[in-house]
């Protein structure tokens, strides 16, 4: 029930961005907020805490979506950069 409330919420935060950036308004703080949301969701809803012993094995493939979603968060930093990017919108004057 939590992961679909979850999912949702990272939908909504998807159409907004969209919406800014098709009205040619600044997006950014929210595109910044919407990777990091989903990435984190992603992470949780296929993490062994909710997908329990089938997020280890491969025929299920809640394996691979489980790795993909680690892997956004150390390569390069980019969880990382998506709150920066948001700590500095949050600063602005």
């Known amino acids: 029930m939590q992961a679909a409330a979850e999912i949702e919420a990272t939908r909504l935060l998807t159409c907004n961005a ?3 950036k098709e009205a040619d308004q600044s997006h ?6 919407t990777q990091l949301c989903v990435n984190q969701v992603a992470q949780c809803v296929t993490g062994d805490d909710r997908a329990g012993g089938v997020g280890f094995r491969r025929e299920t ?3 691979k979506y489980w790795r993909d979603s680690k892997v ?3 390569y390069e930093g980019t ?6 990017t948001i700590v500095r919108f949050i600063q602005k004057p």
């Open 18 to 20: 969209e919406r800014r």
């Open 28 to 33: 950014i703080f929210e595109a910044a907020t």
């Open 61 to 63: 493939g809640v394996e």
């Open 72 to 74: 956004v968060t150390i």
């Open 79 to 84: 969880s990382n950069i998506q709150l920066q």
